[in-house]
């Protein structure tokens, strides 16, 4: 689920931070930016800034496919289930990958499992701030640099901004038995 990643970066230290010790004034700058190993700082000409050329070591959240995970649910929407681990909230389940047959419940706002017994149906309700276990099925990656404004954009500055889209995001899956609701699958 994590991954070690190890990176050499040169980082400014502006000259209002001068006054600091060198260590502290980077560590800041790296965990704006990521964080641990130094080198020699130097000064550019024309740049009053310290750059110091540092290597370090982060770790980072990815996953791999069919990896199951535990997360909250952080609320419904027609789109799907939307899951939270606490530290990562860009997770969907969309509706063609829960346990079926499902329905959106629009006064409730969550999704419903009919449940099939022998007894008749039973609606199980994916409540906000339940536990559900999931497959990751898939991820995406979108580019979110910033990008210059066209020319349509600069015309017409009275359109609302546009949505904040995340930069990864994870599909996950709860089509299979024992996925689903952490309270589906144990006695009490």
């Known amino acids: 689920?994590?991954?070690l990643v190890e990176m050499v970066d040169t980082v400014r230290i502006p000259p209002w931070q001068f006054e600091r010790k060198l260590n502290d004034s980077i560590a800041e700058e790296l965990n704006k930016k990521l964080a641990n190993k130094l080198e020699d700082a130097y000064v550019f000409p024309g740049d009053g800034a310290s750059h110091t050329k540092v290597h370090f070591r982060y770790v980072v959240f990815h996953p791999f496919l069919d990896e199951i995970l535990?997360?909250?649910?952080k609320g419904c929407s027609p789109e799907g289930v939307h899951v939270s681990l606490g530290f990562f909230d860009d997770i969907l389940i969309p509706p063609e990958s829960l346990q079926q047959p499902a329905k959106f419940d629009e006064a409730e706002q969550v999704w419903v499992w009919e449940y099939?017994?022998?007894?008749g149906a039973h609606d199980l309700y994916m409540d906000t701030g339940e536990e559900i276990r999931f497959r990751v099925v898939d991820e995406s990656f979108v580019d979110t640099s910033p990008t210059g404004p066209s020319s349509a954009e600069a015309t017409s500055s009275s359109e609302e901004p546009p949505k904040k889209e995340a930069p990864y995001t994870l599909v996950g899956s709860i089509s299979e038995p024992g996925l689903g609701l952490l309270s589906w699958w144990t006695s009490n």
Do not use: A, K, P
């Open 70 to 73: 535990i997360g909250q649910i």
């Open 116 to 119: 099939e017994t022998e007894e």
């Open 1 to 3: 689920m994590f991954v």
